[in-house]
């Protein structure tokens, strides 16, 4: 029984159920893979708009480092223009498209809120703009290509450490949003399961692996440095 829609076989599951019999686990694992994968790339549409929302509400960028920021783009672009050149389904990387987009407006409004820029920022923008669209089109060299990708690990680790170090020196997350965070930590946990379902490349589940130490210690931060809620009691009339 053949029933695919978007690159999902549906046909073996309903074809076990319609017999009377639960899926097998070749079956079933796939099959959840896929859903799970796609679940992941319609939330990454969204995972960084609740931090976009408190700065913006805020209008302050206090507690956040910039060069965090920054390095996120740079390994975003990395790990899509990776992808894209792999070949990889679509399921198993989609994210990375919608969190580029969302990481670069990211940047972009904290260098609003952190005005005036200095000239290294402005220069650094500048290279990642003339850069970015020939790594992402795939015209580089080969050997250079996958040099970078290889770097790419290094890239998220050194993104997470300064807003680690940031949250430890002061004892505080700032304008860090916990449900950002925590769609990242989760996010990271459920592409381990579906990259190894969809044979992606071992470099590609490493780097979920080190996204979930990474974003479990910033969210564990959040948890920790949380300022406690001070009731006001109500006076009488």
């Known amino acids: 029984m053949e029933m695919e829609i978007f690159g999902i076989d549906f046909g073996c599951a309903f074809g076990s159920l319609r017999n009377a019999h639960f899926p097998s686990k070749d079956c079933l694992l796939p099959l959840i893979s896929k859903l799970l994968g796609y679940c992941i790339v319609a939330a990454s549409t969204t995972v960084k708009l609740p931090q976009i929302i408190k700065i913006l509400k805020h209008r302050s960028v206090q507690g956040l480092s910039i060069t965090a920021f920054e390095l996120e783009v740079v390994g975003f672009t990395i790990s899509l ?59 580089i060299d080969p050997t250079l290509f996958e040099a970078l990708y290889a770097s790419q690990h290094a890239i998220f680790f050194m993104a997470r450490v300064p807003q680690i ?30 990259s190894i379902q969809e044979s992606a490349p071992t ?21 920790l440095y949380q300022k406690p809620t001070v009731k006001k009691e109500k006076k009488a009339e």
């Open 81 to 139: 223009a990776y992808c894209l050149r792999q070949g990889i389904p679509f399921s198993a990387y989609g994210e990375l498209f919608f969190l580029l987009i969302q990481a670069i407006i990211l940047v972009a409004i904290i260098y609003y809120f952190s005005q005036p820029l200095g000239i290294k920022t402005w220069a650094r923008s500048l290279l990642y703009c003339a850069v970015a669209p020939t790594i992402l089109a795939g015209q």
């Open 165 to 194: 170090w940031e949250n430890y020196k002061n004892k505080s997350t700032g304008e860090l949003s916990f449900l950002t965070c925590f769609l990242n930590f989760a996010g990271s946990i459920a592409r381990v399961f579906t």
């Open 203 to 223: 470099s590609m589940i490493m780097g979920s692996v080190l996204g979930i130490l990474t974003n479990g210690t910033i969210l564990s931060q959040i948890i």
